[in-house]
């Protein structure tokens, strides 16, 4: 190995093959900015609402204790497909009227029981919230997650 | 201690330790809402503890890759640092940002990008910082010898910091924000911190076993090599199920797959260096870490990774306790302990002295080690059962988490064991003791030459 593999030889192929990767990934990158713009979340138009929801989800960092779409904190139930398990993926109404009865109930106070903290959200951003997780839960996540239990 | 300038790392290892204490504080916090879920839910809600619990430890290696850069730099291109003012400067800026990045979180306010919640002016801060750094290192590199280590070490440093600027682009469309977020998130750990760790490892290798140099940084750019076009290309492992094309699938399952071998050729590199070596260094504790951070990051990152990257079988793990096993194994094999072996190296001659509390330090080593290895463990059997009655039987997430309070509770066991080690480290570290353990007491074994 020593003859062959010459320090400065292992230098190139360090600097030239990472070269080489970067390339490749930045292309697929282009391609899957593309897919993800026109294909897997075109479902639903991204409206303003949306976008007011997932300020709010942001704001109050709900992914340090839920997971969406599998990523975040594994301390309270996965939200991509919180609305398909609430049976109110495709009516606004239902959902914002779900969420909003859900948000008022917590902290449920149940002695040996995760507690999810309240939060002062305005029926405006309760909405938008309902709407971003309907939005999410209609992206083509490739058939995840197995079960509607998520 | 060589020149004069590296004390500035001295500093930068302080800072670390303490922060290191924070982070794994909140994580003996979590772990006992985990089990005592009605504690302080109102006052310190569990998403608030988990945030300072991540954020604290991203925060304190990255502080000790600065200090493990300003230690060793010098010594390897055999000159001062440029600008000691700046690289002091640096560290206030990031001690503030820290402070009042946690001061904010406690209070609430922070972002909700997972590990990126810190305000922009903090994220602005840490930019700032990056910037003196690498100006500060690059133009003493510039000035003195050249040698692969530092040039593996910087072209981690360049990269990583140029990755920050990803965490300033969060897109409205969720599934692009969480495609940007990951080029922060696994280029870092997955990439460019490789090549940090690695280049520590050959600094240590170097010092503490004698190999040749040629040697070393032969090695060195061939794990770092293997590296980076595993992980590049093995950031498809997180594309799966976030609404980004099914190719990702089988590029992210068979690239992802090979990321073990830059962790199994970093184990290997060690031992044989070891084996090699004629040096007898008086610092045994750092020769611990070294190699114990090698062997625990192959078993975390490498062989726990290696468990749930293909798609096939993380399309039931993802996002179970099987992930929070490997994050955590991970972490700590291949980050925490390899800023412990820089530090436990350093600091003896940062303070000028000889190897000091080195018993205590090995024992923090065992407590550490065999505490995130039982954590593991439990973690990986929790994540298990979870994934049966959750992705297959369909069983709710709650009913499913109530089923799995015994191993939490056993985690909690396993925390404690940990936070006992991090306090014995940082004890053996800060305060000094009258005992220094003098090598080669044992008569020499028939046919042992060195």
């Not at chain 2, 600027?165 to 300033?168: R, S």
């Not at chain 2, 793990?317 to 179970?320: K, N, P, S, V």
């Given at each position: 190995m020593s003859e062959i593999l010459t320090k400065s030889r292992a230098r190139n192929i360090f600097y030239g093959g990472s070269l080489f990767f970067i390339v490749v990934f930045v292309i697929m990158t282009i391609h899957s900015h593309r897919y993800v713009v026109n294909v897997s979340t075109a479902g639903m138009p991204l409206s303003p609402e949306v976008i007011l929801g997932k300020h709010v989800w942001e704001r109050h960092s709900c992914i340090n204790c839920h997971t969406l779409h599998g990523e975040g904190a594994y301390f309270a139930p996965e939200l991509g497909n919180v609305m398909t398990r609430w049976g109110v993926l495709d009516d606004p109404e239902a959902a914002f009227e779900t969420m909003d009865g859900w948000m008022a109930a917590q902290p449920s106070g149940i002695e040996g029981r995760r507690q999810m903290p309240f939060f002062e959200i305005t029926p405006e951003e309760m909405r938008g919230l309902a709407e971003f997780l309907r939005w999410a839960d209609q992206t083509d996540t490739q058939g995840w997650p197995p079960t509607d239990a998520g | 201690m060589k020149y004069q300038s590296q004390k500035v790392a001295y500093a930068y290892f302080l800072v670390a330790m303490g922060l290191f204490g924070i982070q794994v504080l909140g994580g003996l916090l979590a772990g006992w809402v985990y089990v005592w879920p009605n504690t302080l839910s109102e006052l310190l809600p569990f998403n608030i503890i988990r945030m300072i619990h991540t954020n604290a430890l991203i925060v304190w290696l990255l502080l000790g890759f600065f200090g493990a850069a300003y230690f060793l730099v010098p010594e390897e291109a055999e000159c001062e640092i440029w600008s000691v003012k700046l690289a002091y400067l640096q560290l206030i800026i990031l001690v503030v940002g820290t402070l009042g990045a946690v001061g904010g979180y406690l209070v609430g306010i922070h972002g909700g990008r997972e590990f990126l919640e810190q305000p922009l002016w903090v994220k602005f801060g840490i930019l700032v910082a990056a910037v003196i750094f690498l100006l500060n290192i690059s133009m003493t590199v510039l000035a003195g010898r050249k040698t692969a280590i530092t040039g593996v070490l910087l072209t981690g440093l360049w990269l990583l910091s140029l990755l920050w600027?990803?965490?300033?682009i969060n897109p409205d469309n969720l599934s692009l924000d969480k495609m940007y977020w990951w080029f922060v998130i696994h280029l870092w750990v997955e990439g460019t911190w490789e090549l940090v760790m690695a280049a520590i490892l050959a600094f240590l290798m170097l010092k503490l076993t004698g190999v040749d140099r040629e040697v070393v940084e032969k090695w060195l750019y061939v794990i770092v090599a293997t590296a980076l076009f595993s992980g590049i290309l093995g950031t498809g492992h997180h594309f799966y199920w976030i609404g980004l094309p099914a190719y990702w699938q089988w590029t992210g399952s068979i690239f992802s797959a090979f990321e073990v071998v830059p962790f199994f050729a970093m184990m290997s590199f060690a031992f044989i260096m070891v084996w090699k070596g004629r040096r007898n260094h008086p610092n045994k504790a750092a020769l611990l870490w070294a190699l114990g951070s090698a062997t625990v990051a192959f078993f975390g990152a490498g062989v726990w990774g290696f468990l749930h990257t293909f798609h096939g079988v993380n399309f039931y793990?993802?996002?179970?306790q099987i992930t929070a096993a490997h994050g955590h194994l991970a972490f700590y094999g291949a980050y925490v302990a390899m800023n412990l072996a820089i530090i436990t190296y350093a600091m003896p001659l940062l303070r000028g002295r000889a190897p000091y509390n080195q018993v205590l330090n090995m024992v923090s080593f065992w407590l550490m080690t065999g505490g995130m290895a039982f954590m593991t463990f439990v973690l990986t059997f929790a994540g298990t059962i979870q994934t049966h009655m959750q992705r297959i039987v369909g069983d709710y997430y709650m009913d499913v988490q109530d089923q799995l309070a015994l191993f939490y509770m056993m985690r909690l066991g396993a925390g404690v064991c940990v936070a006992l080690g991090a306090v014995l480290f940082i004890y053996s570290q800060v305060v000094v003791r009258r005992e220094i353990i003098t090598p080669n007491t044992m008569p020499k074994a028939e046919g042992e030459t060195a």
């Open positions: - | 600027i990803f965490a300033f793990t993802h996002g179970t």
